[in-house]
């Protein structure tokens, strides 16, 4: 038995707590995980929700109320971003953002849009929104980009006319909160419902990409496109013009889109890439 006040009892009894008090951190830690990564893919869900506006208020949805709406009316599906066709048999646990770090999977963003990004996953996943018949009704799309300090990480619902916009969210980033950090204002949110991607009339194609993020107001000639800049943050506002533009040029989700449109044999002349 060591003395009471020994320096040796005293390293004693600090090592065990150290011991006693890591086990306990790391043992709630493995048993908080399942729930953790429930909360992520719902937090994900619920914005996926948000961004097609199925309900007035996700954020006062449960967690089961998410999982049902994503049951009966949403379909998650695999894209191939190069040839824009739906990937059969995929991995459910597929995982863009690790593939996009992935030296063996990665793609280099290239093209005229610079997102302050370097690489990209080559396949992602894509959410059909569908209505009580079971008809798809929009496709929500998962975008990201560089702000000013954080990448923004969101969601785009489009409508089946593939060209209006429904709705966008943004549900992870590091940008100043009341500056930046107005991405997430619902009033300026709210802006996008009905914006036009391409110039009306025009086929998909990069030279007709229209929408982004005008500084200021969008004089008239561009309002269909455009919504207001944030003010105080010009540089998170061109972020987020970029990335859209990017996420819906030839690099980023046109081929898909022309795809589905030429399947729909689009009445307006407009499908090809
Ligand atoms: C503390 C601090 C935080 C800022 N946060 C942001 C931001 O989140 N997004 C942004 O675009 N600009 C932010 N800015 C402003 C930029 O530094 C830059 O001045 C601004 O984007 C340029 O806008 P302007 O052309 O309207 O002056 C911040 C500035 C400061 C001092």
Not at 247 to 256: K, N, T
Request: hydrophobic share 40%; proline share 6%.
């Amino acid at each position: 038995m060591l003395p009471k006040d020994s320096m040796a009892n005293t390293f004693l009894v600090s090592i065990v707590l150290c011991i006693v008090c890591s086990l306990l951190v790391s043992s709630a830690a493995v048993a908080l995980k399942p729930r953790q990564e429930r909360n992520k893919l719902l937090d994900q869900q619920r914005n996926i929700i948000a961004a097609a506006g199925l309900v007035e208020d996700p954020a006062a949805l449960s967690g089961k109320e998410i999982e049902k709406l994503f049951a009966d009316r949403i379909e998650r599906k695999l894209v191939d971003l190069q040839t824009g066709e739906f990937v059969e048999g995929a991995d459910p646990k597929y995982d863009p953002r690790k593939a996009a770090k992935d030296p063996r999977q990665r793609v280099p963003v290239e093209g005229s849009f610079d997102i302050g990004v370097r690489f990209r996953e080559p396949m992602t996943w894509v959410y059909l929104v569908k209505n009580e018949q079971g008809e798809v009704e929009q496709i929500v799309l998962p975008i990201y980009g560089m702000g000013l300090w954080s990448v923004l990480y969101g969601y785009i619902a489009i409508d089946k006319d593939l060209r209006t916009v429904r709705g966008l969210t943004f549900y992870e980033h590091g940008e100043t909160p009341g500056l930046g950090g107005e991405v997430e204002n619902p009033v300026w949110k709210a802006k996008w419902v009905g914006k036009q991607i391409w110039e009306e009339g025009k086929p998909r194609t990069d030279e007709f990409l229209r929408i982004g993020v005008a500084k200021g107001s969008p004089p008239p000639a561009l309002q269909p496109y455009q919504v207001d800049g944030l003010s105080g943050a010009t540089i998170t506002s061109r972020g987020v013009s970029t990335m859209l533009q990017y996420w819906f040029s030839s690099q980023g989700f046109g081929p898909f889109i022309n795809r589905l449109a030429s399947q729909q044999g689009a009445s307006d002349g407009s499908s090809q890439s």
